[in-house]
């Protein structure tokens, strides 16, 4: 692991670098930034979880919960900050119509919200119904309650389609059908909740561009849709339109996806990972670190010893982002400073942006774009 400089001069705010075109840093400003910088009006310790979309760094925009409400920022034009309007916000806005919220998801152009109660809300785009409202075509620029499922425990959003855990531990999911990501057997959009094929007792969920992750009771993960890159993780480039088994891997606690490449951490506090490889997002060793050395994508998830110990670990669209007990590292494609650093040069082993004393403990990026966050 080599080291950059330390670069945030406000300990208690949340951070964001990398792309800013759209507002999405949230600090003011629509210009990138390769160092972290401070989001304007956040309390770290207020945030209990952040949510990066976005399809690229174009229309890129995020979420934040604190307090049982949601701020975002970026990218608006199909209403995803969900505050009645379609223009880009530089710095946090709250959102109305939500209350007692208790976990959040952004998508490619549209955004879920999960309250206390179990209900599930939607807003943004709804090209291929993933707003679950019955309706396609359209989009909607405030939150709307999502009808026709039981309690539900944790939401997560692709580019173009919503899960959603219930507590009974089976998944429901709509939207975008094409790749499979539906998990229903079949590769038509659903603008209504249908329930994925064979998952039940199901601990957690993630979503990535264009498929599905699930957590099993027993350790295990599931995985369906998009599989060009080999993100479903079971030795094969083929697509499914239902769950398969992930290979090799159990004693699974936490998942995290990225657009084409997934992390997950076991009970041993290892890091494994497969799927879309060119950018090192994989870790793997490597003789050069040219940017013209092709890399080979793995269908099978690999051990990634560089990053055993990690606390939290998340996915971007071609980048990695982790925390340690002693900072954040990060690593992959640069070309927007993704990666903190000061450079926009890719790198193929972990950099050091923050230390321990920033007090950071949790880190997401954009689902399709070029931001980091850390809170």
């Not at 916000?89 to 709250?94: A, E, G, I, K, N």
């Not at 959009?189 to 957690?204: F, K, N």
């Not at 993704?338 to 954009?366: F, H, M």
């Given at each position: 692991?080599?080291?950059?400089?330390?670069?945030?001069?406000?300990?208690?705010?949340?951070?964001?670098?990398?792309?800013?075109?759209?507002?999405?840093?949230?600090?003011?400003?629509?210009?990138?930034?390769?160092?972290?910088?401070?989001?304007?009006?956040?309390?770290?310790?207020?945030?209990?979880?952040?949510?990066?979309?976005?399809?690229?760094?174009?229309?890129?925009?995020?979420?934040?919960?604190?307090?049982?409400?949601?701020?975002?920022?970026?990218?608006?034009?199909?209403?995803?900050?969900?505050?009645?309007?379609?223009?880009?916000?530089?710095?946090?806005?709250?959102?109305?119509?939500?209350?007692?919220?208790?976990?959040?998801?952004?998508?490619?152009?549209?955004?879920?919200?999960?309250?206390?109660?179990?209900?599930?809300?939607?807003?943004?785009?709804?090209?291929?119904?993933?707003?679950?409202?019955?309706?396609?075509?359209?989009?909607?620029?405030?939150?709307?309650?999502?009808?026709?499922?039981?309690?539900?425990k944790q939401i997560a959003a692709g580019v173009d389609f919503s899960l959603a855990l219930l507590e009974n531990g089976k998944v429901y999911a709509w939207g975008?059908?094409?790749?499979?990501?539906?998990?229903?057997?079949?590769?038509?959009?659903?603008?209504?909740?249908?329930?994925?094929?064979?998952?039940?007792?199901?601990?957690?969920?993630?979503?990535?561009?264009?498929?599905?992750?699930?957590?099993?009771?027993?350790?295990?993960?599931?995985?369906?849709?998009?599989?060009?890159?080999?993100?479903?993780?079971?030795?094969?480039?083929?697509?499914?339109?239902?769950?398969?088994?992930?290979?090799w891997i159990e004693g699974i606690t936490t998942l995290a996806a990225g657009a084409h490449h997934n992390y997950v951490i076991t009970s041993d506090s290892k890091?494994?990972?497969?799927?879309?490889?060119?950018?090192?997002?994989?870790?793997?060793?490597?003789?050069?670190?040219?940017?013209?050395?092709?890399?080979?994508?793995?269908?099978?998830?690999?051990?990634?010893?560089?990053?055993?110990?990690?606390?939290?670990?998340?996915?971007?669209?071609?980048?990695?982002?982790?925390?340690?007990?002693?900072?954040?590292?990060?690593?992959?494609?640069?070309?927007?400073?993704?990666?903190?650093?000061?450079?926009?040069?890719?790198?193929?082993?972990?950099?050091?942006?923050?230390?321990?004393?920033?007090?950071?403990?949790?880190?997401?990026?954009?689902?399709?774009?070029?931001?980091?966050?850390?809170y």
């Open positions: 692991m080599t080291e950059s400089l330390r670069t945030a001069e406000n300990e208690t705010a949340v951070l964001s670098w990398g792309a800013g075109r759209t507002g999405q840093l949230g600090n003011g400003t629509t210009v990138d930034s390769l160092v972290p910088a401070q989001v304007t009006g956040t309390a770290r310790g207020d945030v209990v979880r952040l949510s990066a979309g976005g399809t690229n760094s174009s229309d890129s925009f995020a979420l934040a919960l604190s307090g049982g409400t949601v701020q975002a920022w970026g990218h608006s034009s199909s209403g995803q900050l969900g505050n009645g309007g379609n223009t880009n916000q530089t710095v946090p806005t709250t959102l109305p119509r939500l209350s007692s919220i208790k976990d959040i998801a952004a998508g490619g152009q549209h955004a879920l919200a999960l309250d206390t109660s179990g209900q599930v809300y939607s807003w943004g785009d709804n090209a291929y119904g993933q707003l679950g409202n019955n309706r396609t075509g359209d989009s909607r620029t405030v939150p709307d309650r999502v009808q026709g499922m039981p309690k539900v975008r059908g094409v790749h499979g990501q539906l998990g229903n057997g079949s590769r038509a959009t659903s603008s209504v909740p249908r329930q994925v094929l064979g998952l039940q007792d199901i601990a957690a969920i993630a979503a990535g561009g264009h498929h599905g992750l699930a957590l099993t009771a027993d350790g295990t993960v599931k995985s369906w849709g998009y599989n060009l890159y080999g993100q479903l993780g079971n030795s094969t480039t083929k697509s499914a339109t239902v769950p398969v088994d992930v290979d890091i494994w990972g497969w799927g879309n490889n060119q950018y090192g997002q994989l870790l793997e060793s490597d003789e050069t670190f040219d940017n013209n050395i092709s890399r080979t994508n793995r269908t099978a998830p690999v051990e990634i010893p560089r990053l055993e110990g990690v606390q939290h670990i998340a996915a971007g669209a071609r980048h990695g982002v982790a925390v340690t007990a002693d900072g954040i590292y990060t690593w992959g494609h640069n070309g927007e400073g993704q990666l903190g650093n000061g450079t926009t040069v890719a790198r193929y082993e972990t950099v050091k942006d923050l230390d321990q004393g920033s007090a950071i403990k949790s880190v997401t990026a954009s689902l399709g774009g070029n931001t980091t966050y850390a």
